[in-house]
């Protein structure tokens, strides 16, 4: 089971991209599923989290300018980004809280996808 991200690349400031994360097709159900970010020198952090039933929390740094969402038959979740902020650059990894065909319990995480946003 895994998990592909796409969507990172350069960006104007002010600008906007969205990013997706897809399942593979042995996973049978996307439970909760999230967004971090890590810039050079500083700690992962929570950008976006969205919940089986659709429940959403944002990091206070992209609250308003950013919105997750998913598309449970496609195995894909999306996070759209607008208004980005030269501060908004980071590696962003998606992380899912996945069921697999069999029942088993995975916690995945994506290799990550830049996002680079000039000044």
């Known amino acids: 089971a895994h998990l592909v991200e796409s969507g990172g690349g350069l960006v104007q400031a002010g600008g906007a991209l969205r990013l997706s994360c897809e399942a593979s097709e042995s996973i049978f159900r996307i439970r909760t599923a999230g967004w971090y970010r890590q810039a050079p020198g500083k700690q992962r952090e929570l950008v976006a989290s969205i919940t089986q039933g659709g429940s959403t929390n944002y990091g206070d740094s992209v609250k308003g300018r950013s919105t997750i969402s998913r598309d449970n038959a496609k195995k894909t979740v999306y996070l759209q980004m607008n208004s980005l902020e030269p501060e908004d650059t980071a590696a962003y990894f998606c992380?899912?809280?996945?069921?697999?065909?069999?029942?088993?319990?995975?916690?995945?995480w994506g290799q990550g996808t830049l996002v680079t946003v000039s000044s």
């Open positions: 992380n899912l809280d996945v069921i697999l065909e069999d029942s088993t319990a995975l916690d995945l």
